[in-house]
Every structure is written in structure tokens, then in C-alpha cells.
């Protein structure tokens, strides 16, 4: 089912077929990686594959707060690194509020880097099994290659693209200017839609990394969910 409409079988096979060849292409490339056709699926088996005790970092992701990750770690006692509240100085979104503290947020953001499992997205996963990325500050894209015991990756099909330079296309006029809006950021994509590639200081795509192969010290896991989740 997509938003609220029956998939015919065809376009079922389709997306499922698609879905285990990103799996073997990750693979390949040494990620080791999981397709599930839904979110609720992707959503118990992370919380399965994360020890009650660990503590968690979490990157600036809408696809970790759609999936409802946040809540359920919280609920069932493990403590969690992220920015994107109030005590902060960000609301649910990732906007400043006033009682911003760059110390306290920078501080936050390295807990995240040392987690036992860090969780967050990829701006775009290619059909030979790349990862794409874009980062204002690099936070995530660090946490993502060296620190956190393990990293788990979540992205919807949405994320899906053909190869690297289509993905940094996708960052660009897609997941950036939609990022920049959600965060309120003084960038003209932010108003625009449109990518510039601007010099603001508020810039979402500062730091562009590739991933292909996985990280030789760093446990990484790729989730793909058969939904469109996230930027």
C-alpha cells in the first residue's frame, strides 16, 4: 500500500526487485544491508538489533523522527545524544530557540560521534550501492565513517538514485533546499527551492562525502525501507 493506495502486483514486484538489487549491490561493496517493505518492519528490527543499555546517537534526520525511533528508544530507558530539542536549544524540527549554547550544542554532537550506535539517513543511496551525503557542520557525515561502535543507516526508496552525480543532483534540488526550509535557514534555496550553490554561512551541502566500501573499522549497517521517508 502507498498512501493509502493498493499497489497493483506488477508495481509491487517492481519495487520489491528493485529494493534486493541496492541490497546485493551494498553488499558488493562490503555494507552489510536489509530491505523491508515497510516501515514498521525496519522500525522492530532496529530496535531489536540495539542492546537495551547502549547509548545512541542520532543524526539530524527527518527519516529517525518519521520512523518513530526517538520516542521508543527513550520509552525503553536508552540514552540518547541528539540535538534536535529543546534542552538543546532546538526545537523538533532543528531550529535555534533562544537558549542556543554553541558549547553545549558542539558538545552534544561529539557525544554522538562516541555512541555505541549512531542512527541516521543518507541524502542518497546509489543502484551500485554508494552513499551519497551532504553536511552543513559534517557532524553526521563523520559519525557516519569513524566514532559510534556501529551505525545504522535508514532510507526510503525515495533516497534511491542511479549513480554518485545523480545523487549530489538529488542533494542539491531536492534533499538541501528542503532541508534548509525545514530548518528556517538563511540560504536561498530555503526561499527559492532552487540551489545556487550559495557561500551562506546557513549552507546545508558544505561537506559532500562518498561512501564505497564500507569503512574498514566501523560496523555499518544499511537499512531500505520500500516507503518514501525523510529528505
Not at 515497510?38 to 523522527?65: H, W
Not at 526561499?191 to 549552507?203: K, Q
Request: with cysteine.
Amino acid at each position: 500500500m502507498k498512501g493509502g493506495i493498493i499497489l497493483h502486483p506488477s508495481q509491487q514486484w517492481f519495487e520489491n526487485n528493485l529494493g534486493e538489487r541496492i541490497i546485493k549491490a551494498l553488499e558488493n561493496n562490503k555494507i552489510p544491508a536489509k530491505y523491508f517493505k515497510t516501515s514498521k518492519e525496519a522500525k522492530e528490527f532496529i530496535l531489536d538489533n540495539i542492546p537495551m543499555d547502549a547509548t545512541v546517537g542520532i543524526g539530524g534526520s527527518v527519516t529517525i523522527r518519521q520512523l518513530g525511533l526517538i520516542k521508543a528508544l527513550e520509552e525503553r530507558g536508552n540514552k540518547l545524544f541528539h540535538h534536535w530539542h529543546e534542552e538543546m536549544g532546538h526545537d523538533e524540527d532543528g531550529n535555534k530557540l533562544d537558549n542556543w549554547y554553541r558549547g553545549l550544542d558542539l558538545e552534544v554532537r561529539r557525544q554522538a560521534l562516541l555512541s555505541d550506535v549512531y542512527l541516521c539517513s543518507t541524502n542518497a543511496v546509489t543502484r551500485d550501492g554508494k552513499l551519497v551525503n551532504a553536511d552543513g557542520n559534517a557532524n553526521r557525515t563523520a559519525a557516519m565513517t569513524f566514532g559510534p561502535k556501529k551505525v545504522i543507516i535508514i532510507a526510503g526508496k525515495n533516497k534511491i538514485v542511479d549513480d554518485v552525480d545523480a545523487g549530489i543532483a538529488r542533494i542539491r534540488n531536492v534533499a538541501a533546499p528542503m532541508s534548509a526550509h525545514r530548518g528556517k535557514a538563511n540560504t536561498p534555496c530555503a526561499t527559492t527551492g532552487v540551489c545556487t550553490d550559495c557561500s551562506s554561512t546557513d549552507r546545508a551541502c558544505s561537506v559532500i562525502t562518498i561512501v564505497e566500501k564500507k569503512p574498514k573499522m566501523t560496523d555499518m549497517t544499511f537499512i531500505l525501507v520500500g516507503e518514501d521517508l525523510g529528505f
